[in-house]
Nanobody, 122 residues
C-alpha cells in the first residue's frame, strides 16, 4: 500500500506557474507508476500526466503538452507537476495517483491522494 499527499496548489494569475508535489509513504514507492489527474466542478476526472517507476518515460495530455512537466525523485518519495503558462481552464482539483503500471483512466488507479486546489484567474 502507498499513501499519497498532494501540496503546492493555490491561486495564480493566468500565465503564471505552480509546482505541485505528491509525497508518498508506505512501501516501495519507487516500484509504482505515478500520474496526475484533475477534476473541475461538474466534470469528470481527467488525465493530466504520467511517469514510469524509473522516471524514464512520461506522457502528457494534449491540453497541457508543452506547459506541464511531470517528474519524480524516488530518493524523496515524491512526484512533481511543474505547471507553466497556466490558463483559467486549468482550474481544478489536482490529484496524484499510483498504480503498478502507467494507465490513462482514473478508474484504473488504486491509490489516490486527497487533492489540491489550483485556481487560475484571468
Amino acid at each position: 500500500q502507498v499513501q499519497l499527499v498532494e501540496s503546492g496548489g493555490g491561486l495564480v494569475q493566468a500565465g503564471g506557474s505552480l509546482r505541485l508535489s505528491c509525497a508518498a509513504s508506505g512501501r516501495s514507492f519507487s516500484s509504482y507508476a505515478m500520474a496526475w489527474f484533475r477534476q473541475a466542478p461538474g466534470k469528470e476526472r481527467e488525465f493530466v500526466a504520467a511517469i514510469t517507476w524509473t522516471g524514464g518515460s512520461t506522457w502528457s495530455a494534449d491540453s497541457v503538452k508543452g506547459r506541464f512537466t511531470i517528474s519524480r525523485d524516488n530518493a524523496k518519495n515524491t512526484v512533481y507537476l511543474q505547471m507553466n503558462s497556466l490558463r483559467p481552464e486549468d482550474t481544478a482539483v489536482y490529484f496524484c495517483a499510483a498504480q503498478s503500471h502507467v494507465k490513462f483512466t482514473a478508474s484504473e488507479y488504486d491509490y489516490w491522494g486527497q487533492g489540491t486546489q489550483v485556481t487560475v484567474s484571468s
